[in-house]
């Protein structure tokens, strides 16, 4: 929603009716902070921690002249006392981004109305995290640094790759804020490069003009070596996301503990994580499918990376859909078959339609699934694990395929891409181990 179409007055702050710390900070800052006032009945919301204020929970602007995108706001209830402040965008349908509350500040003033000090405070924070979970170890330097609004900075992906750290951008104020990320993770020590991809679907609805927005991929640093769970792999910082799905680390660790003999076939397999990780389980036989040509050359790359006998793995270029239909129609089976999709529901919106799609997939998979083997199955769509409907399009596709089938393991993400408890859409990854009878 615009800002011509926000209820905005152009006026200088009154005074609080209420003073508060972050009131006092305001008032101590060389330039005017404005405040966005919340209607009635909608602050509650924000004040349990929820970090993005959409514009219809927006009663009012004040301040003179109007903040722009990436300004410094606060965000008040219709008393005018301030709850907390954040970054405002002008265009986007999240009129305040909420960085601070107003107790976090009075416990610690020291970030308040600081960008720069904040997210040098946030990100050592989210290195100690990480730290905690055992992140970066000798098996595994491959992982997520900096998780949105998991790690409190929202619009902001930071995955590490070795020594190189790859920062997914998703909002204006990340835009903004650019050159000081960058020298915040340049200055960790352990990060030797830095590679920005700027998300130009999701920034083009936050109003910005991507013409200046180039991805920075060198051809030195295009590919790219890293190791995870002991399994290595050679990734593009040019592919997908940020060039590695770190989130289903523990997913295909699970995995490699439960192949040894088995017959597994990795549908959408990308570069190869489930099916290199099924191999060094001592599966007995291992077939990946994908339709990206780029992906696999780096999979069959990564076959030979770890000593991995090609008679036992082998990845082949075919659309998944068709893949199994021809395999059905042979009544070829396998002792554990995954299917890990791209995402089908990028919105809401098309969630019923993308549930269709979900279902025929799935229907497909089970059917050539062994009976008593195991199908894992996964959504990286927000809107299909947040509607809570996962579960039933799989029982939808069960009966599509005249089998019974029976939840054994449901997880997520790894653990290194924390979710804000007040923000649950940041929940976005199912991932479903089926017994199939």
């Known amino acids: 929603m615009l800002l011509s179409s926000r209820l905005t007055r152009c006026l200088a702050l009154p005074p609080a009716t209420t003073t508060t710390v972050l009131h006092d900070i305001a008032s101590k800052q060389a330039k005017s902070v404005a405040k966005v006032i919340l209607k009635k009945g909608k602050t509650q919301l924000f004040r349990d921690g929820s970090p993005m204020v959409y514009s219809g929970a927006v009663d009012s602007i004040i301040g003179r002249p109007p903040p722009k995108t990436g300004d410094v706001v606060l965000v008040a209830d219709g008393a005018q006392k301030p709850i907390g402040w954040g970054l405002y965008n002008s265009s986007s349908m999240f009129c305040v981004r909420l960085m601070q509350l107003e107790e976090e500040v009075s416990g610690d003033p020291s970030c308040a109305l600081n960008v720069e000090k904040l997210l040098e405070t946030r990100i050592d924070a989210a290195v100690n995290l990480r730290k905690n979970l055992g992140l970066p170890s000798a098996t595994t330097d491959a992982y997520r640094l900096v998780n949105s609004e998991g790690d409190r900075l929202s619009g902001l992906i930071i995955d590490v790759f070795g020594d190189i750290a790859v920062i997914a951008s998703s909002a204006a104020w990340v835009e903004k804020y650019k050159e000081h990320i960058k020298k915040c993770i340049s200055g960790l020590g352990v990060i030797n490069s830095v590679v920005w991809r700027p998300s130009t679907d999701i920034l083009k609805e936050e109003g910005l003009d991507l013409t200046d927005l180039d991805q920075e991929v060198s051809e030195s640093t295009d590919r790219v070596k890293v190791v995870e769970n002991g399994i290595s792999y050679m990734i593009s910082l040019d592919g997908q996301k940020t060039g ?4 289903q680390r523990e997913n295909r660790r699970f995995i490699s503990t439960i ?111 062994k009976p008593g083997g195991f199908l894992m199955t996964c959504s990286c769509s927000g809107a299909m694990t947040q509607s809570g409907q996962f579960l039933p399009v799989l029982q939808g596709a069960a009966s599509m395929a005249g089998r019974k089938i029976t ?30 009878a």
């Open 244 to 247: 590695f799905y770190a989130d």
């Open 259 to 369: 192949c040894d003999g088995q017959k597994v076939l990795d549908m959408c397999c990308y570069t190869g994580g489930f099916a290199l990780n099924a191999a060094c389980g001592h599966a007995l036989d291992v077939t990946g499918i994908d339709s990206s040509s780029p992906a696999l050359e780096l999979a069959n790359q990564n076959i030979v990376l770890n000593n991995l006998d090609p008679e036992r793995i082998s990845f082949v270029k075919q659309d998944a859909t068709s893949f199994m239909k021809n395999a059905a129609s042979r009544n070829e089976a396998w002792d554990i078959v995954i299917l890990d999709p791209p995402k089908l529901a990028p919105r809401r919106k098309v969630l019923q339609s993308a549930s269709g799609m979900y279902r025929n997939l799935n229907s497909l998979a089970m059917r050539l699934t």
């Open 407 to 436: 939840l054994v393991r449901q997880t997520g993400a790894a653990c290194d891409h924390p979710i804000d408890p007040s923000y649950p859409e940041g929940a976005y990854l199912t991932n479903i181990l089926l017994r199939v």
